[in-house]
T-cell receptor, first 114, second 111 residues
Framework: DADVTQTPRNRITKTGKRIMLECSQT?????MYWYRQDPGLGLRLIYY???????NKGEISDGYSVSRQAQAKFSLSLESAIPNQTALYFC?????????????FGPGTRLTVT | QQPVQSPQAVILREGEDAVINCSSS?????VHWYRQKHGEAPVFLMI?????EQKGHEKISASFNEKKQQSSLYLTASQLSYSGTYFC????????????FGTGTLLAVQP
């Protein structure tokens, strides 16, 4: 079984809809991250969390919110989706292995906003 | 501000060498390298820390020039499995996990 899972894997939604992307991990890591990937722009950090009570904004948090329901679960919400939020979204985790530097990525969620 | 990677793309034959560069306009504490194969998630390759410590891949090496705020990834005797997009991520002092990634370098290794 995958250590970092994301649901859904693909989603098409309409402008203005609220949508939630979910991430779960079985690695026991305390740190979790949300990134978006756009062609030609690489990976950009949206939010990150170092434990359940610690949530921080990344480079591009506007239009997004997150919830850390438990150590193993980190959700990303788009309150009112817009077309330029169409992207590939990755969740990642890191823990004490390799000094906490290595991030393990989930398989990604491809989101299309029409 | 995103680090700048060069070249944007490179095509190699098996067995050839390649160098991918990453430079930042900000002072760095760490540089992280990831590889993403087509349709897959990024996978960690290595990290270079200020002071010269390096942790990561056995067959891929890298350098970190703190003064120039640059890192280079060296792929020697490339294999087909090296194909993918390589990203550098830079971590500022005090926030090594808050990575800012470059736009990537596409590497294609042909038989």
């Amino acid at each position: 079984d995958a250590d970092v899972t994301q649901t859904p894997r693909n989603r098409i939604t309409k402008t203005g809809k609220r949508i939630m992307l979910e991430c779960s991990q079985t690695k026991g890591h305390d740190r979790m991250y949300w990134y978006r990937q756009d062609p030609g722009l690489g990976l950009r950090l949206i939010y990150y969390s170092f434990d359940v009570k610690d949530i921080n904004k990344g480079e591009i948090s506007d239009g997004y919110s997150v919830s850390r329901q438990a150590q193993a679960k980190f959700s990303l919400s788009l309150e009112s989706a817009i077309p330029n939020q169409t992207a590939l979204y990755f969740c990642a985790t890191s823990g004490p292995d390799r000094g906490g530097y290595e991030q393990y990525f989930g398989p990604g969620t491809r989101l299309t906003v029409t | 501000q995103q680090p700048v990677q060069s070249p944007q793309a490179v095509i190699l034959r098996e067995g050839e060498d390649a160098v991918i560069n990453c430079s930042s306009s900000k002072a760095l504490y760490s540089v992280h390298w990831y590889r993403q194969k087509h349709g897959e998630a990024p996978v960690f390759l290595m990290i270079l820390l200020k002071g010269g410590e390096q942790k990561g891949h056995e067959k891929i090496s890298a350098s970190f020039n703190e003064k120039k705020q640059q890192s280079s990834l060296y792929l020697t005797a490339s294999q087909l499995s090296y194909s993918g997009t390589y990203f550098c991520g830079t971590g500022p002092i005090g926030a090594t996990n808050k990575l800012i990634f470059g736009t990537g370098t596409l590497l294609a290794v042909q038989p």
